[in-house]
């Protein structure tokens, strides 16, 4: 099972749009696919209308095993988040082994999955750290404008440390909202290319419909089969498979 955590500090960027769509992406290569909230905010469990059962925050406490706490969303299988999982940082803090506890339980499940998605919540708490311990590849959604490259400074720090205990986590940063008609878009683009920082050779545009999808509860891959935003997910979803 490869694991791809979708990460930054910065709220509103795309990471909850990108774990589901990516996901759905992986899935369409007829790959065994699971997803994870890790987010207290919950937005993924709302992207995918998922009850709020058993959740992640079982897993961390150690009440619930994967496997117990997965949902169906378009033929993956989904791990709801809860508001309780906000307590969970304070309740591992002490625990030695407090960064590696989602890895820990996804090795559970190693052999049943092709891929895991994990969506992170903004910031770069412990949920995020156990997050990031847990997987092999991070994507970075960033919006192409001067304050998201100073806040991607910030999270490469971050990342930075985590690779001192686990250098062989790779990442990569994809462009959303991205408008190729913006100089500012294009010089930000620019920006971060010129910093030899591996991104994406495709962007997420900016557009409604991938909005309304998550309203629909949907992968844009169903709800607008012909948007261009599936062509870039789609490229992703090969690359990380190839890799
Ligand atoms: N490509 C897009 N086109 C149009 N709207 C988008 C696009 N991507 C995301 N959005 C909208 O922008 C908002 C923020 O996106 P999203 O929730 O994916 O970001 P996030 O980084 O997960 O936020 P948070 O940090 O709060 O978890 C949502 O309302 C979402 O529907
Ligand atoms: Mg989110």
């Known amino acids: 099972m490869k694991t791809i955590a ?21 899935a369409a290569q007829g790959k065994r696919v ?22 992640v925050t079982n897993v961390y406490r150690g009440t619930a095993a994967i ?22 940082e304070n309740e591992i803090a002490e625990r030695k082994d407090r ?15 092709d891929f895991c998605i994990i969506d992170t919540a903004p910031g770069l708490g412990l949920l995020t750290v156990n997050a990031l311990m847990a997987s092999d590849h991070v994507i ?32 990569s940063i994809l462009l959303t909202s991205y408008n190729d008609r913006l100089k500012l878009h294009q010089a930000a683009k620019e920006a971060v290319e010129s ?10 545009a900016r557009n409604v419909r991938t909005a309304e999808a998550w309203g629909a509860h949907e992968p844009l891959l169903t709800y607008d089969r012909g948007n261009k935003n599936n062509i870039a997910y789609k490229t992703i979803a090969e690359m990380e498979i190839s890799k």
């Open 140 to 171: 970075i959604p960033m919006e192409p404008n001067p304050a998201d490259i100073w806040g991607l400074e910030l999270f490469m720090s971050t990342l930075n440390q985590i690779r001192k205990a686990k250098p062989e986590l790779t990442y």
């Open 67 to 88: 496997q117990e706490t997965v949902q169906d969303w378009h033929g993956m299988d989904a791990v709801p988040a809860d508001i309780l999982l906000s307590q969970v």
């Open 99 to 113: 960064r590696d506890i989602l890895r820990k339980a996804l090795s559970g499940v190693d052999q049943d999955y």
């Open 6 to 26: 979708i990460s930054v500090q910065k709220g509103g960027c795309g990471k909850t749009t990108t774990a589901a769509n990516l996901a759905a992406a992986i």
């Open 34 to 55: 699971l997803l994870i909230d890790n987010d207290p905010q919950s937005s993924l469990t709302l992207y995918c209308n998922l009850k709020q059962e058993k959740s």
């Open 195 to 204: 910093r030899s920082l591996n991104i994406y050779p495709v962007t997420i």
